[in-house]
C-alpha cells in the first residue's frame, strides 16, 4: 500500500508549495522594496507652500505672503492666484524661485489683477 508521504515524494507536490511560498515571499520583499523606494522618491521632490496672508493693493493689484518649504536645493516655480468675491480667478503670476540652502523661506508677491480681488493664495508648487 503507497502512503501519502511516498506519493507526495513520487509527484513532487511537497517541492512546488515550497517554491510557491518561496517566490511568493521574494515578490512580497520586492513590491515593498519598490514602494519604499517611490515614498523616499516623492519626498525629495516635495513642495510645501502655506498662505501667511493677503493685502488688496487696489483694484489692479493684490499682494500675496507665503512660506516655501523645500527639501531639496533645487529651484522652485509657483502659481500665485487672486480670486474675487466668486472664487473667480482675477489674476495670478507664475513666480520662478531659485534653489537655495534654506529649507523654508518667505515670499511676497504682488499679483496683478483686472478686477478688484478678495483673496489672494498660492495654487500650486513644484520643482522646476
Given at each position: 500500500?503507497?502512503?501519502?508521504?511516498?506519493?507526495?515524494?513520487?509527484?513532487?507536490?511537497?517541492?512546488?508549495?515550497?517554491?510557491?511560498?518561496?517566490?511568493?515571499?521574494?515578490?512580497?520583499?520586492?513590491?515593498?522594496?519598490?514602494?519604499?523606494?517611490?515614498?523616499?522618491?516623492?519626498?525629495?521632490?516635495?513642495?510645501?507652500?502655506?498662505?501667511?496672508?493677503?493685502?488688496?493693493?487696489?483694484?489692479?493689484?493684490?499682494?500675496v505672503?507665503?512660506?516655501?518649504?523645500?527639501?531639496?536645493?533645487?529651484?522652485?516655480?509657483?502659481?500665485?492666484?487672486a480670486?474675487?468675491?466668486?472664487?473667480?480667478?482675477?489674476?495670478?503670476?507664475?513666480?520662478?524661485?531659485?534653489?537655495?540652502?534654506a529649507?523654508?523661506?518667505?515670499?511676497?508677491?504682488?499679483v496683478p489683477?483686472?478686477?478688484?480681488?478678495?483673496t489672494?493664495?498660492?495654487?500650486?508648487?513644484?520643482?522646476?
Open positions: 500500500m503507497t502512503t501519502t508521504l511516498e506519493l507526495d515524494e513520487r509527484y513532487g507536490r511537497g517541492r512546488r508549495r515550497k517554491a510557491t511560498w518561496i517566490i511568493g515571499g521574494i515578490i512580497a520583499v520586492l513590491a515593498v522594496i519598490a514602494a519604499g523606494w517611490m515614498t523616499v522618491a516623492q519626498s525629495m521632490n516635495s513642495v510645501d507652500a502655506d498662505d501667511l496672508g493677503f493685502e488688496v493693493v487696489d483694484a489692479h493689484s493684490t499682494t505672503r507665503f512660506q516655501l518649504t523645500a527639501t531639496n536645493q533645487k529651484d522652485v516655480v509657483c502659481a500665485v492666484e480670486l474675487d468675491v466668486e472664487f473667480g480667478v482675477v489674476g495670478w503670476k507664475i513666480v520662478e524661485i531659485p534653489a537655495d540652502a529649507h523654508t523661506r518667505s515670499f511676497t508677491v504682488t489683477t483686472v478686477a478688484e480681488a478678495t489672494g493664495l498660492v495654487n500650486a508648487c513644484w520643482v522646476a
